[in-house]
């Protein structure tokens, strides 16, 4: 089981692999920019949902997630995220580009 510090200041946490379901505690990362949790358990948009509580959040991978899958092979993945979670710029190792992104170039 993966256990998140509360003491942590880094910027990048990588726990793929982990069996992870639940994000309890997450939201204490504020200075959190990189979270690969890749080939873990989580399932529910309720999980995904404490991801916004992290302000420095722009690099995400959950692939492999029954979440993840689930929601890929209905082709609503991106989409859903990219809604969910406004400040990221990279999800599953692919940049997202926003339609504001577009306008201010």
Same mark, same amino acid.
């Given at each position: 089981?993966?256990?998140?510090?509360?003491?942590?200041?880094? +910027? +990048? /946490?990588? @726990?793929?692999? *982990?069996?992870? %379901?639940?994000? $309890?505690?997450?939201?204490?990362?504020?200075?959190?920019?990189?979270?690969?949790?890749? *080939?873990?358990?989580?399932? =529910?948009?309720? %999980? /995904?949902?404490?991801?916004? #509580?992290?302000?420095? /959040?722009? =690099? /995400?991978?959950?692939?492999? *997630?029954? @979440? +993840? #899958?689930?929601?890929?092979? !209905?082709?609503?993945?991106?989409? #859903?995220? !990219?809604? $969910?979670?406004? $400040?990221?710029? $990279?999800?599953?190792?692919?940049? @997202?580009?926003?339609?504001?992104? #577009?306008? %201010?170039?």
């Amino acid at each position: 089981k993966a256990v998140v510090s509360t003491q942590s200041t880094g +910027e +990048e /946490l990588w @726990i793929s692999y *982990n069996l992870i %379901e639940k994000m $309890k505690g997450i939201g204490v990362l504020k200075k959190l920019k990189v979270l690969f949790m890749s *080939n873990n358990l989580v399932k =529910d948009w309720s %999980e /995904l949902q404490k991801l916004s #509580e992290l302000p420095c /959040l722009v =690099d /995400l991978n959950m692939v492999n *997630n029954p @979440i +993840e #899958e689930k929601h890929s092979l !209905e082709g609503t993945w991106r989409s #859903e995220i !990219e809604k $969910k979670l406004v $400040k990221l710029k $990279k999800l599953d190792g692919v940049p @997202i580009v926003r339609q504001d992104d #577009e306008d %201010e170039g």
